[in-house]
């Protein structure tokens, strides 16, 4: 395909959200922006969920993780099924019967105003972190495959800046009148077009390898990349217990103490249907992550058997679109990448807006309705802007991992103060010194930072090796010493933190009520 062809579906696509855009956002209101009016059908809004949870990261990510780590992605799938668990039978009843626009709202009821800005703040954080993470690599993907090969007045080469402005700016565009009522529709339509793609490049890869419908499960279940259960090495990060445990924290956090995903859920009409929501969204979102893993075990397999030097996040990207496996699965992946790009940076940029306008400025305390639309307003033009500029930063300075993989690791440092907040404030009755949890909270931060980095210690040094002239340890026996000390700290690290976090409010408590 030629970059000018791809240019025309980016259009047609953006022409779509635009008119949705149009027909759900003729109020304007806050009420519209922040909740829907509480009117969404819930299985509108579980469908959406499942393109929002997934994203970029998992469109191109989770295929390239095969070649490296199997099938053990999937231990943290099923521990997601625990985490959103606890999210429908815990926190949804919370919420609703709080009637809460900001999930952080309830800091400020249980602990004071300095929990609730903390969590607020970490909140932002790692939202603003975590989007531009997801939208980093689906615009670099663009980049490579569109505006590298286009002249931008007289250069070769459309700057990277200049890719994502736009791309931020046409969301924007569609989000800046109805923001999440708008969003649920959206994220209805991208979801499609990401399943679809998955489902078509399976097609494509399969019939390629010579694999019928019945055939390619069986394929799959015969490669010795299809292990999903690792329990030999307690210390890897790629344990079971660790995955699973870990993918149960990461659902609670990053969907549960998340306003992104939760402020979805609270446009339902009633709990009971955001609890339908999330009953059926954990059953299809399990289902997808294992069709995005057969799909990994089909690219890297086709990769070998061709000659084609792509790994990681450029697996997918390089043969859809240029092994000549036909026009048709490049544009698949096309709509299903910029989809993907879309349904994450869309419902993220409106968060942001609604986080920082009610939790940060308070502007339902402060102000009457027409100045909190045009506070909101100014809001989510700046939250455009700081994605752009937070983006750029990670086009310099990000290294070549997976991108679900350090996205993770970082929701483990930024969500850890949410969930030991969350679980104080729910499983215990004490109240706290208010004023010292922003303290405790970025300590937590810091002292799990050093437990990661403490974990990677190798003993080599003479003093500790020698003990005296007659009984030396050798070298090789140092290197042997070094591989038993060491620990892999993986996704656990949300834990830690969260755990660090609670012992510190436990330190700062003063009586319970």
Same mark, same amino acid.
């Given at each position: 395909m030629q970059p000018y062809h791809i240019l025309l579906l980016i259009a047609g696509y953006f022409g779509v959200l635009m008119l949705i855009s149009y027909l759900t956002g003729k109020s304007g209101s806050n009420a519209d922006f922040f909740k829907a009016g509480k009117q969404s059908p819930w299985y509108l809004v579980a469908f959406g969920m499942i393109g929002a949870s997934l994203s970029g990261v998992t469109f191109i990510s989770v295929p390239g993780w095969i070649e490296a780590s199997s099938f053990s992605y999937f231990q943290v799938v099923l521990g997601y099924t625990v985490g959103y668990a606890v999210i429908g039978l815990v926190l949804l009843p919370l919420y609703y019967k709080l009637n809460l626009t900001s999930i952080y709202t309830y800091l400020e009821g249980r602990f004071g105003n300095s929990s609730?800005? &903390?969590?607020?703040? @970490?909140?932002?954080?790692?939202?603003?972190?975590?989007?531009?993470?997801?939208?980093?690599?689906?615009?670099?993907?663009?980049?490579?495959?569109?505006?590298?090969?286009?002249?931008? @007045?007289?250069?070769?080469?459309?700057?990277?800046?200049?890719?994502? &402005?736009?791309?931020?700016?046409?969301?924007?565009?569609?989000?800046?009148?109805?923001?999440?009522?708008?969003?649920?529709?959206?994220?209805?339509?991208?979801?499609?077009?990401?399943?679809?793609?998955?489902?078509?490049?399976?097609?494509?890869?399969?019939?390629?390898?010579?694999?019928?419908?019945?055939?390619?499960?069986?394929?799959?279940?015969?490669?010795?990349?299809? /292990?999903?259960?690792?329990?030999?090495?307690w210390k890897s990060g790629d344990h079971f217990v660790k995955q699973f445990l870990s993918g149960a924290f990461i659902a609670i956090v990053m969907t549960g103490l998340d306003q992104d995903m939760m402020q979805k859920n609270l446009t339902c009409r009633n709990l009971k249907d955001a609890q339908k929501n999330?009953?059926?969204?954990?059953?299809?979102?399990?289902?997808?992550?294992?069709?995005?893993?057969?799909?990994?075990?089909?690219?890297?397999?086709?990769?070998? /058997?061709?000659?084609?030097?792509?790994?990681?996040?450029?697996?997918?990207?390089?043969?859809?679109?240029?092994?000549?496996?036909?026009?048709?699965?490049?544009?698949?992946?096309?709509?299903?990448?910029?989809?993907?790009?879309?349904?994450?940076?869309?419902?993220?940029?409106?968060?942001?807006?609604?986080?920082?306008?009610i939790d940060i400025l308070d502007i339902e305390k402060k102000y009457d309705q027409e100045k909190q639309v045009r506070i909101r307003k100014r809001i989510h033009i700046l939250m455009?802007?700081?994605?752009?500029?937070?983006?750029?930063?990670?086009?310099?300075?990000?290294?070549?991992?997976?991108?679900?993989?350090?996205?993770?690791?970082?929701?483990?440092?930024?969500?850890?103060?949410?969930?030991?907040?969350?679980?104080?404030?729910?499983? &215990?009755?004490?109240?706290?010194?208010?004023?010292?949890?922003?303290i405790i909270a970025i300590c937590s931060v810091l002292l799990s930072i050093l437990i990661n980095l403490s974990a990677q210690i190798y003993t080599y040094y003479s003093d500790a090796l020698y003990t005296n002239t007659t009984n030396r340890l050798t070298w090789n026996k140092a290197g042997e010493l070094a591989k038993e000390l060491y620990y892999e700290v993986g996704f656990e690290i949300l834990i830690i933190n969260g755990l660090l976090t609670f012992i510190g409010l436990v330190l700062i408590r003063t009586q319970k009520d």
């Open positions: 609730y800005k &903390t969590g607020a703040s @970490f909140f932002l954080l790692s939202r603003i972190v975590g989007a531009s993470f997801r939208l980093y690599l689906v615009a670099n993907v663009l980049q490579l495959l569109v505006f590298d090969k286009m002249s931008f @007045f007289g250069r070769e080469g459309v700057p990277f800046w200049v890719t994502v &402005t736009i791309t931020i700016l046409l969301i924007w565009l569609y989000t800046f009148k109805a923001g999440i009522k708008t969003i649920v529709w959206t994220d209805t339509l991208q979801t499609l077009f990401m399943l679809i793609a998955v489902g078509v490049a399976i097609y494509f890869v399969s019939d390629e390898m010579g694999l019928s419908g019945g055939n390619i499960m069986s394929f799959v279940a015969d490669s010795d990349l299809s /292990q999903i259960f690792f329990f030999e090495d999330i009953f059926w969204f954990t059953i299809v979102l399990t289902i997808v992550n294992m069709v995005f893993l057969v799909l990994g075990v089909l690219l890297t397999v086709y990769a070998a /058997q061709h000659g084609i030097d792509a790994h990681k996040d450029q697996l997918f990207p390089t043969i859809a679109v240029e092994s000549g496996l036909g026009i048709g699965l490049a544009i698949v992946f096309l709509l299903g990448l910029i989809a993907a790009a879309y349904s994450s940076a869309d419902s993220a940029l409106t968060s942001l807006t609604t986080s920082f306008s455009s802007i700081v994605l752009i500029l937070v983006i750029i930063v990670f086009k310099y300075v990000i290294a070549d991992d997976s991108v679900i993989a350090r996205l993770f690791k970082f929701a483990g440092f930024t969500y850890g103060p949410l969930l030991g907040l969350y679980a104080f404030g729910l499983f &215990t009755t004490w109240k706290i010194k208010d004023k010292f949890v922003p």
